[in-house]
């Protein structure tokens, strides 16, 4: 993990090892090993920039980080997806959750529509 850094209680974590564009079957554990002590003992921020492509099993990394952390009374979300992350996230409704709307950490803006059949058809 490169880059961390603490504001009060919450960590800010940038960079994730050997993940440094893909969070994919195959890799998911990696991130689960990395970050799992640190969500059960502190509030965490993930930046996701770095990460150009996602599947179900780094989408089940993300969602089994969060429980984690609720579990242990802290909170995870992820800051600054990329654009085609952010897509997936909204997708699967994932964005909702996952994604810290604070200080400006929000997913990229753009065009939205009411329906998620039209943005998978997209």
Same mark, same amino acid.
């Given at each position: +993990?490169? &880059? =961390?850094?603490?504001?009060? *209680?919450?960590?800010?974590? *940038?960079? !994730?090892g050997e993940l440094a564009k893909e969070l994919v079957k195959g890799r998911e554990q990696e991130i689960l090993e990395k970050l799992r002590p640190l969500v059960e003992s502190r509030s965490v921020r993930l930046d996701l920039s770095s990460i150009e492509r996602i599947d179900a099993a780094g989408l @089940? #990394?993300?969602v089994s980080l969060y429980r984690v952390a609720c579990s242990a009374g802290h909170e995870f979300a992820v800051v600054h997806p990329s654009r085609r992350v952010a897509r997936i996230l909204a997708i699967v409704g994932l964005d909702r959750i996952?994604?810290?709307? %604070?200080?400006?950490? @929000? +997913? =990229?803006?753009? =065009?939205? *529509?009411?329906?998620? +059949? &039209? %943005? !998978? #058809? @997209?």
């Open positions: +993990m490169n &880059n =961390p850094r603490q504001n009060s *209680s919450t960590q800010f974590v *940038s960079g !994730i @089940a #990394a993300l996952l994604v810290s709307k %604070e200080l400006g950490e @929000a +997913m =990229p803006t753009g =065009p939205r *529509s009411g329906s998620r +059949m &039209n %943005e !998978i #058809a @997209a």
